[in-house]
């Protein structure tokens, strides 16, 4: 891996002279195997690693400079807070940070790494990254155990409340967990493979010698024999992708959705998929989310879409419902429902009710919808279903009926009459399938009705 770094415009901007002798180091524009990005470090520079007004000023010149020049950008950043004896200055600085972040989302990728604290106000920056990794004894919140103690009475470690392994587990803000800043960028600069390096490109082409006929029967084998049995969908994901290559985000938050990239053909996709080792594949509130920011992040940045779905509906639940599962719910409908990039969804197994919809279904907008013979798209689950049609039907009868229910409703034929699916394909030609699929897709260009903005579900 070939480094070079060259020097950045960000003195252009109008800071102060302070700033302006830390632009050098604190912005560079860098060369990576002919791949050109901004790295900015946004680091406090008091004892007490507080920001002050310079601090915030240098790094708010490196940001607009990357968007002026179409350059993605990755953002180190350490920062306990800003720095009070300054008063009110450092808030109004990382302020301009976070507009500037706002001004370059859907522009530029905007990837992140914590190394340190990152506390107070400046946190929210991470929330408006498009992709932020933690260093392993990284932390980050916006109250800090002190204040929590405080106003719920609760003893909490800085680490138990906003430590790497909490944002990778519980808040889904740290895609992965690395050791160093090295291995961060690392692993930032594989995620920038698969993105262009701003709205108006599309994802670099890799060329590839796998072939994109290669057969796949490997894949339906993954699939157990017994209806309700689990697998990891990531290997159905290594099957059919190039060289078996995967590169998953934000594995251990919301593991029953998992979202990465892959290639097909030497070509970037971006992969969705209803994991059934976790909650047998049904969606919750935070699965929703997940999907949606990531379904969001693909369309603008034009990486096109796979939706591997096999999941049995929505997960109840009172606490669910109380929380918002309906609206939260609708951010990952909305996300497919405005995506105008290619989008090909392929039904593993099950596909019942709402969650058939909002998995990129045809009435969301889909391209290509294809199948295994295995899929069963339904309102529901035979079982469900025979017990609110024959609710009082004997027990030898209902499951006569359910045996029915299964041989009529249960398989991608019909849905295939309604044209909900394109084609019904054997699972040993599911990549030379996908690959083709993409191919036609390759020149789609769909422009949304002009308005101001959208108003997703938040």
Not at 143 to 150: E, H
Not at 204 to 215: I, K, Q, S, Y
Request: aromatic share 6%; glycine share 8%; charged share 20%.
């Amino acid at each position: 891996m070939t480094l070079i770094e060259t020097e950045t415009t960000a003195s252009k901007a109008p800071v102060d002279l302070q700033s302006a002798v830390n632009v050098r180091s604190a912005a560079r524009v860098v060369v990576v195997d002919g791949r050109r990005f901004a790295r900015l470090t946004l680091q406090g520079s008091r004892p007490d690693n507080t920001l002050t007004q310079a601090d915030c000023g240098v790094v708010e010149a490196g940001l607009r400079m990357a968007r002026e020049q179409r350059l993605p950008v990755i953002f180190i950043i350490n920062a306990a807070g800003v720095d009070v004896a300054e008063g009110l200055a450092p808030s109004v600085a990382w302020s301009r940070i976070a507009r500037e972040m706002v001004r370059s989302s859907g522009v530029i990728p905007l990837l992140a790494i914590v190394d340190g604290a990152v506390l107070s106000g400046p946190a929210f920056l991470l929330g408006l990254a498009d992709i932020v990794v933690f260093t392993a004894n990284s932390s980050s919140y916006l109250s800090g155990p002190r204040m929590v103690r405080g106003f719920t009475g609760t003893t909490i470690s800085g680490e138990e409340l906003g430590g790497a392994g909490s944002h990778q587990r519980s808040s889904g803000l740290a895609a992965a967990v690395v050791e160093s800043v090295e291995e961060g960028e690392l692993y930032l600069l594989e995620i920038l493979s698969f993105l262009p390096d701003h709205v108006d490109q599309i994802p670099p082409f890799l060329p590839t010698h796998d072939p994109v006929e290669r057969p796949t029967p490997e894949a339906a084998e993954i699939l157990p024999v017994t209806p309700t049995g689990s697998y990891d969908v990531r290997h159905v994901v290594a099957a059919i992708a190039d060289h078996g290559d995967f590169v998953e985000l934000r594995a251990q938050w919301a593991p029953n959705l998992v979202t990465g990239f892959a290639r097909f053909g030497g070509f970037s996709v971006g992969i969705v998929a209803n994991q059934t080792q976790s909650m047998a594949g049904s969606i919750d509130i935070a699965a929703s989310q997940k999907g949606a920011r990531f379904v969001g992040f693909c369309d603008s940045l034009n990486v096109p879409l796979l939706t591997l779905v096999d999941t049995s509906g929505f997960l109840p639940g009172k606490d669910l419902e109380w929380r918002g599962m309906i609206r939260h719910g609708a951010q990952l409908a909305f996300a497919y429902a405005r995506a105008t990039i290619p989008r090909v969804g392929l039904i593993l197994r099950k596909s019942y009710g709402g969650a058939y919809i909002v998995m990129d279904s045809v009435n969301m907008g889909n391209d290509v919808m294809l199948a295994w013979p295995s899929a069963e798209v339904a309102v529901m689950g035979a079982k469900g279903a025979v017990e609110i049609l024959y609710r009082q039907a004997d027990e030898e009868e209902k499951l006569r009926l359910v045996a029915e229910y299964e041989a009529t409703y249960l398989t991608p034929y019909p849905a295939a009459e309604r044209g909900s699916i394109s084609a019904v394909i054997d699972p040993a030609a599911t990549r030379s399938e996908v690959v083709s699929a993409f191919s036609m897709l390759a020149s789609k260009r769909e422009q949304l009705r002009d308005r101001r903005h959208d108003n997703i579900p938040l």
